[in-house]
């Protein structure tokens, strides 16, 4: 059974940083590609991004380009997000997702 289990969430001010982790289990992990995605109040899923097998290639969405940086530890089944420069807009349930599978997701909010 797939398990997808995140933390890391919280509380922050506009600019500030969080690292969200999420630890798997019941999977391959290190032939698997990852995604974070999120759901902000009131709207649908949005693609953050994901990283592929071994690490050497990933993907972003233009709204995280250049502040979000995502990553995996194999011998850890973790993978990461890092998210600097946080902005208002990106207050929303983080979820990370291997295919149609997701955690119960992490809440951040940034906010003064």
């Known amino acids: 059974e797939v398990q997808l289990v995140e933390s890391g969430g919280g509380l922050v001010q506009p600019g500030g940083s969080l690292r969200l982790s999420c630890a798997t289990s019941?999977?391959?992990?290190?032939?698997?590609?990852m995604t974070w995605v999120r759901q902000a109040p009131g709207k649908g899923l949005e693609w953050v991004a994901t990283i592929y097998s071994g690490g050497a290639f990933t993907g972003y969405a233009d709204s995280v380009k250049g502040r979000f940086t995502i990553s995996r530890d194999d011998a850890k089944n973790t993978v990461y997000l890092q998210m600097n420069s946080l902005k208002a807009e990106d207050t929303a349930v983080y979820y990370c997702?291997?295919?149609?599978?997701r955690g119960q997701g992490t809440q951040v909010t940034v906010s003064s």
């Open positions: 019941g999977f391959t992990f290190y032939s698997s590609a």
């Open positions: 997702a291997k295919s149609n599978a």
